[in-house]
């Protein structure tokens, strides 16, 4: 990992937009990419080959794996844990708080102390498509896909396709994020001629 230092300049191999924003404490790694108007929170952490786009927000704490995607004014709350190969479409949400007030019961506003960030936790794999938002708490599991403009409210399974609002699940997909098809008593990518084998505890990749 590469830790950014403000005032020596940005290591040669990590890009930093001139108008993003990365807090001191943020960890940022090898061949990583930052454009404009991003912010990314202390304490946050990037893996090696990311792209942050135009415009997203990276909070405080937030875990992002190696050659992931964030595309443009995509917003990642804490306590958001992002898997290695996670792409997130532009816009979308990752939410922190499952029961939101801005007050207590009692009228007074509430601080950090009043209530408790539940995050999200995106798997390797995993593609979430533009304008789509995940509610914490909530799994988006191993090489899923959440279609764009979908709303997540509770976990998704490995390989698992979901779409509408609530999310249901309308499919399965392999790694290269086409849709499954079954032959017989196997799932087939079209691409790939991976075959999966679906059970009680979902889907599950046969041996090559």
Not at 29 to 57: F, H, M, P
Not at 119 to 132: L, Q
Not at 152 to 176: C, E, H, M, N, Y
């Amino acid at each position: 990992m590469v830790e950014i230092d403000h005032e020596a300049g940005t290591k040669p191999s990590v890009h930093i937009a001139e108008n993003a924003s990365v807090a001191s404490s943020a960890s940022i790694g090898e061949g990583s990419k930052v454009w404009d108007l991003a912010q990314v929170r202390e304490g946050a952490t990037l893996g090696t080959n990311c792209i942050i786009g135009r415009g997203a927000y990276v909070d405080r704490g937030v875990s992002i794996g190696d050659n992931s995607k964030v595309q443009n004014d995509a917003l990642l709350y804490e306590p958001a844990v992002l898997g290695r190969g996670v792409f997130i479409g532009p816009a979308v949400v990752l939410t922190n708080d499952t029961y939101p007030r801005a007050v207590n019961p009692d009228g007074t506003q509430k601080s950090a102390d009043d209530w408790e960030a539940t995050g999200v936790t995106v798997e390797e794999g995993a593609a979430i498509g533009a304008r789509a938002v995940c509610v914490a708490p909530a799994r988006i599991g191993r090489w899923a896909t959440v279609a764009a403009g979908a709303v997540v409210t509770k976990d998704v399974p490995d390989f698992a396709l979901v779409a509408g609002v609530p999310a249901r699940q309308i499919g399965w997909v392999g790694k290269s994020g086409r849709p499954l098809v079954l032959n017989g008593t196997l799932w087939v990518c079209p691409i790939t001629g991976e075959t999966y084998r679906e059970s009680e505890r979902g889907l599950t990749e046969n041996e090559r």
